[in-house]
């Protein structure tokens, strides 16, 4: 009789299953990864999406939605019918959200969902968490509105325990409205009408959706800032109903050995480390830390994470050039424009190893860094290269674009700032503010970019002052390629395709010198483009080519980083859309230069200056 209960149950998984997949498919027309065909509706990227603070009583919500698209009026009513399924989190533009549409800003895109919701919840809490949903989302629970996010790049939570029903099944409801560059808000390289180095929109929700159990007191989120000099680490906690003689217990792990532990009644507490065994891309060593809420001598609440001890700082070598240094050495920081796009997923990696993929490829390929360029990736990017080893520049995503700017290479301009509207500037602030909250705990991110090339760019010194008083343990690139101000960590020039670097006599003894793009080489690869037309910096016909091209401007890096340069970035990771000036095409598919060749030629830079 079990055995036949058995059969049956693996039956009707089986029949779901199937016909979850048929209601599916990939929207064709364009190029995919792939990874693509790996992609199963009924188990969509299904990994813990947020590693580091874990527990184990979640529920993940990709999968099959039904959606809608309707215009924009006063009636905020959840629709009564709706136009098919779409798959999460995909956006719906993509061709793996299996719709394949365009929003924009005259109309409302409309998601909605029956999920199962455990039936006993007494003393306990639901969260349900989006990853990221761009732009303007309400979300609603049983038709309840129980709250709006405006941002399209940072992860956000509500408590919807008291909207639920009585028993399990419950209805999720979300209403998204997104202007893409018709509005103010950030939008990075999204615009009405893709072209040149503007993309696709993404609208809606793009990032994994997830439902969490916790009790009644429960952890909602950690800082974590290491002290190398030090050898500490302080550790707050913010800590839902916290109560009179709480305790918060602290403990950090290297395996199964528990280095250091301490007790305290407060949600702060530095943590001495000793001996500390320092992170860095040659040795990515992470330490386990766990978090525990302790009430009357039981645990209440309790979560994983991890640590890295290292320290990213700036200081002046022997000609009195200002070098950025990480664990007080330094290192010459190489590495790619990574731009995070997908032809199938657009702004979401259609899988889990597809989203590690590139990172691996960017080790593999000799790189020690990587420019995530104007996005923010899902959290377990950023895990993993934590756990990879390669140190990231996080840019701010722009909007509100506008180019007032006269910087030549190598000469300070005239500055001039956009003037930004009351709305536009409390958009950048708020996002900004919740994009570093949700990634300062990542070891691997060591340089906050709050504007790139001008765009958008505004009140320069008051927002690098404020970003680095916020977060005094990391540098601050005022603005990558931008115009420049006396202010921030480093002086950040963009030049294509050859290498150039500020000069060191105008900024070098203030700030460290970096090249934040070059390069741009481009070799369009028959059957892996975007479209027909396509551009680079400048163009090539094959690989060798290609290569020995690149060979010339590596060599001429070697002269830069004798004369000061701390740092370059060569565009880009992969082909996005129309460029073709990646290390491989589009869909992963191609490396268009030798891997090893690629290595030996990179690793060379890192032993100019020991």
């Given at each position: 009789m079990k055995n036949l209960i058995l059969l049956l149950a693996v039956f009707f998984v089986t029949v779901i299953t199937s016909a979850q997949q048929t209601s599916w498919k990939i929207v064709p027309g364009h190029i995919t990864t792939q990874w693509a065909a790996e992609l199963n509706s009924a188990n969509t990227l299904p990994d813990y999406p947020r590693p580091l603070m874990q527990r184990d009583d979640w529920q993940n919500l990709n999968g099959l939605w039904q959606y809608a698209i309707i215009p924009v009026s006063e009636n905020d009513a959840i629709p009564t019918s709706f136009q098919g399924n779409i798959l999460i989190p995909f956006a719906v533009e993509s061709a793996l959200s299996g719709v394949g549409k365009t929003v924009g800003k005259d109309s409302l895109l409309w998601y909605q969902r029956d999920i199962a919701v455990i039936a006993k919840r007494k003393n306990r809490r639901i969260?349900?968490?989006?990853?990221?949903?761009?732009?303007?989302?309400?979300?609603?629970?049983?038709?309840?509105?129980?709250?709006?996010?405006?941002?399209g790049y940072d992860p956000f939570t509500f408590d919807i325990t008291d909207a639920l029903k009585k028993?399990?099944?419950?209805?999720?409801?979300?209403?998204?409205?997104?202007?893409?560059?018709?509005?103010?808000?950030?939008?990075?390289?999204?615009?009405?009408?893709?072209?040149g180095i503007w993309y696709t929109p993404v609208t809606g929700i793009w990032q994994t959706v997830w439902l969490e159990t916790v009790p009644d007191t429960y952890f909602v989120s950690t800082k974590q800032t290491p002290d190398l000099d030090n050898k500490n680490i302080s550790v707050s906690a913010?800590?839902?109903?916290?109560?009179?003689?709480?305790?918060?217990?602290?403990?950090?792990?290297?395996?199964?050995?528990?280095?250091?532990?301490?007790?305290?009644?407060?949600?702060?507490?530095?943590?001495?480390?000793?001996?500390?065994?320092?992170?860095?891309?040659?040795?990515?060593?992470?330490?386990?830390l766990k978090l525990t809420v302790i009430r009357k001598?039981?645990?209440?609440?309790?979560?994983?994470?991890?640590?890295?001890?290292?320290?990213?700082?700036?200081?002046?070598?022997?000609?009195?050039?200002?070098k950025m240094m990480l664990n007080n050495k330094f290192l010459f920081e190489f590495g790619p424009l990574d731009q995070g796009w997908w032809p199938d997923g657009?702004?979401?990696?259609?899988?889990?190893?597809?989203?590690?993929?590139?990172?691996?490829?960017?080790?593999?390929?000799?790189?020690?860094?990587?420019?995530?360029?104007?996005?923010?990736?899902?959290?377990?990017?950023?895990?993993?290269?934590?756990?990879?080893?390669?140190?990231?520049?996080?840019?701010?995503?722009?909007?509100d674009l506008g180019n007032h700017w006269e910087n030549r290479p190598g000469v300070l301009g005239r500055a001039t700032d956009r003037d930004r509207t009351p709305e536009s500037e409390g958009y950048y602030r708020k996002e900004w503010n919740a994009i570093m909250?949700?990634?300062?705990?990542?070891?691997?991110?060591?340089?906050?970019?709050?504007?790139?090339?001008?765009?958008?760019?505004?009140?320069?010194?008051?927002?690098?002052?404020?970003?680095?008083?916020?977060?005094?343990?990391?540098?601050?690139?005022?603005?990558?390629?931008?115009?420049?101000?006396?202010?921030?960590?480093i002086e950040d020039l963009h030049n294509y395709p050859d290498p150039a670097m500020p000069r060191p006599d105008i900024f070098g003894d203030k700030k460290a010198l970096v090249l934040g793009e070059f390069g741009g080489l481009g070799l369009p690869v028959d059957g892996h483009t975007w479209?027909?037309?396509?551009?680079?910096?400048?163009?090539?016909?094959?690989?060798?080519?290609?290569?020995?091209?690149?060979?010339?401007?590596?060599?001429?890096l070697e002269e830069l980083i004798k004369a000061g340069l701390s740092a370059a970035v060569y565009t880009q990771t992969t082909d996005v859309e129309g460029e073709v000036n990646g290390f491989m095409t589009y869909d992963r598919k191609v490396m268009k230069m030798p891997i090893e060749k690629l290595k030996a030629d990179n690793e060379k830079l890192y032993h100019i200056v020991e």
């Open positions: 969260l349900l968490h989006f990853g990221a949903v761009d732009w303007r989302s309400d979300i609603y629970i049983n038709g309840k509105k129980i709250g709006r996010h405006e941002g028993g399990s099944k419950q209805t999720v409801s979300v209403r998204v409205w997104d202007p893409t560059d018709d509005g103010p808000q950030p939008h990075g390289k999204q615009v009405v009408h893709p072209e913010s800590v839902k109903n916290w109560k009179q003689g709480d305790e918060l217990s602290i403990s950090a792990w290297k395996g199964n050995e528990k280095v250091a532990e301490k007790n305290g009644s407060d949600t702060s507490i530095t943590l001495s480390i000793p001996d500390p065994e320092t992170w860095s891309p040659s040795h990515p060593f992470l330490y386990d001598g039981k645990p209440v609440d309790e979560v994983k994470s991890y640590f890295a001890m290292r320290k990213i700082s700036i200081a002046p070598d022997a000609n009195g050039i200002q657009l702004y979401t990696a259609p899988t889990d190893a597809a989203l590690k993929f590139d990172i691996e490829k960017t080790k593999d390929m000799g790189f020690n860094m990587i420019r995530k360029h104007i996005k923010v990736e899902p959290a377990r990017w950023y895990y993993y290269c934590d756990s990879i080893g390669m140190l990231v520049w996080q840019d701010m995503p722009s909007g909250d949700a990634l300062h705990n990542y070891p691997c991110i060591i340089v906050w970019t709050p504007f790139n090339e001008a765009w958008g760019q505004f009140k320069t010194a008051e927002i690098t002052n404020w970003t680095k008083q916020k977060d005094p343990s990391r540098l601050v690139n005022s603005a990558s390629g931008g115009n420049f101000y006396p202010v921030g960590d479209q027909e037309k396509n551009w680079g910096y400048q163009s090539f016909k094959s690989n060798d080519s290609l290569f020995k091209r690149y060979q010339s401007l590596t060599t001429k």
